[in-house]
């Protein structure tokens, strides 16, 4: 395998002048530029817009226009038939928008495939087939009838209004899917906010959607700053935020929706994911399973395993086999089909896993393998093990969002179960055992909105997927996204 070769279609893309999508058209801005590098070689691919607040007021101006509009005018089934024609284009347009995707984002190209393309194809089927099965309830009253008249009541779901979509950069298209498409199978329209540091993929796809027949306005693309994700989300025309980041700044826009008019959110949030094996497990496929949960896209991804709990009577077998693969990964240009792991995504985030390294050495903690970064053009850091001091070290409390597996050995399941839950997050959590009695009752305790067995980190669109406790509020995909982005009104008739 070799490096591809940029798609003439790509190079055209990177040329243009980038601003925002909006009311069914490119708006390309006067305002000021944002640099988008590519973090294999920290240089500049393209720069975008950073959006002025008369464009935020057009994005969400139009969406609006088209919710009163041209969208609520469309049947249920015709808008399954939008996304299903623009989960084709994905696919037909998959070397383009995976090359783009991997050239902003660091990504591995068959990630970039795999997970930015092709599941995200997947997402939106299923969500063109929920679009048709958003149902309220009949209900009989029991008030009492003086003069012979009677009673029914039914319950409609009915569309919340413009949702604003607020994306991170570690997934740009899959994570703006669930939002945007969330949005369009229950009737709202969406305006999404992609990260500044991975702001070309949607406004593609936003041309895409338009292809596929999602009228103007529907689906628009705002870029900038934090403060352009302020500006949506206490704008008067946004009824809902959707928002995916971290703890913190998640608390910040719950606070800013609820403080502009009681804005409805959406808030899927950071973890301190757990991954626990039991004193049973097979000691190569938990070396799988540690590869599986932390190390896919360099760990920068929501639900990765950071806490690695094992028996201490398995831990220094496992450890000792996990070095290597982890030797063996190679490291190198995301578009090479031949690397395995890839650069972090942008340079602060680079910068900031840099200083875990050295708080970890700094604090005691035994690195076991990695810990370094790598002398080379881009962002580049070495898969990394540690093993913890204490339940007491940052590495084992503070999300790190990188490829950092901090190991603990725990002595019994109490132990272990103690240790999932001694956490504010609560996003995700694995269990690792051939005992199946075992891994159901721990499932059942372990306080994070999804647990797998003798899996970690895929997500199934049938699944609901959200937080716990700090990890976030509502959730996404499943059919449980349906109360999030829908308003339940109560009728009752008299005859």
């Given amino acids: 395998m070799t490096t591809v070769s940029i798609l003439p279609a790509v190079q055209a893309f990177l040329a243009r002048a980038h601003g925002h999508y909006i009311d069914g058209r490119t708006v390309v801005s006067e305002g000021p530029r944002i640099a988008v590098v590519n973090p294999a070689s920290g240089q500049q691919v393209a720069t975008v817009a950073d959006a002025t607040a008369d464009e935020v007021d057009a994005a969400a101006a139009s969406a609006r226009r088209a919710f009163v509009g041209p969208w609520a005018q469309t049947t249920p089934a015709a808008r399954a038939d939008v996304l299903l024609r623009l989960a084709e284009l994905l696919l037909t347009h998959r070397e383009e928008l995976a090359q783009i995707e991997t050239l902003q984002s660091g990504k591995l190209l068959q990630i970039s495939r795999a997970f930015e ?36 009541a039914f319950t409609l779901r009915q569309p919340l209004g413009v949702v604003a979509g607020i994306v991170p950069w570690n997934f740009s298209i899959e994570i703006a899917v669930w939002k945007f498409a969330s949005a369009l199978a229950t009737g709202c ?30 689906l628009n693309v705002i870029n900038g700053r934090g403060q352009v994700g302020s500006q949506l ?19 910040k826009v719950g606070v800013s929706a609820m403080e502009a008019k009681l804005t409805r959110f959406t808030l899927e949030l950071g973890g301190k994911n757990s991954v626990g094996f039991l004193k049973d497990v097979d000691a190569d496929k938990a070396v799988a399973g540690i590869l599986e949960a932390g190390f ?33 990964l190679r490291i190198g240009d995301p578009l090479d089909e031949a690397t395995q792991f890839g ?95 075992k891994a159901l009752r721990l499932a059942s305790q372990i306080e994070a909105g999804t647990v797998w067995v003798n899996m970690h980190t ?38």
């Fill in 458 to 495: 895929l997500l199934d669109p049938a699944v609901p997927f959200g937080g716990a406790k700090q990890s976030g509020i509502g959730r996404e995909f499943g059919d449980a996204f349906i109360a999030d982005y829908t308003e339940l009104k109560s009728v009752i008739v008299r005859y």
């Fill in 117 to 152: 393309i092709e599941s995200s194809a997947t997402f939106l089927r299923h969500y063109a087939g929920a679009a048709t099965r958003i149902n309220g309830q009949t209900i009989s009253p029991s008030l009492p009838s003086v003069n012979g008249e009677l009673y029914t």
């Fill in 296 to 328: 896919l896209h360099s760990g920068q991804i929501c639900a990765a395993g950071e806490r690695f709990f094992v028996h201490r009577s398995r831990i220094d077998e496992i450890l000792e086999k996990l070095t290597h693969p982890l030797t063996a």
């Fill in 343 to 437: 650069p972090l995504s942008n340079k602060p985030h680079f910068e900031k896993i840099s200083a875990f390294f050295a708080r970890a050495r700094s604090e005691g903690d035994e690195i076991i393998y990695g810990g370094k970064t790598l002398d080379r053009p881009g962002f580049f850091v070495e898969p990394t093990v540690v093993r913890a001091r204490d339940t007491h070290a940052a590495l084992l409390n503070e999300e790190t969002f990188g490829p950092i597996a901090t190991f603990l050995p725990y002595d019994d399941e109490d132990e272990l179960l103690a240790l999932f839950n001694g956490t504010p997050y609560g996003l995700s959590a694995s269990v690792w055992t051939n005992d199946l009695s």
């Fill in 233 to 251: 989300i206490s704008h008067d025309d946004i009824a809902k935020v959707s928002f995916t980041g971290s703890v913190p700044t998640g608390i």
């Fill in 189 to 218: 329209t969406c305006v999404i906010k992609p990260s500044e540091y991975t702001p070309l993929t949607m406004l593609r796809i936003a041309e895409l959607a338009s292809e596929a027949g999602a009228p103007a306005g529907a």
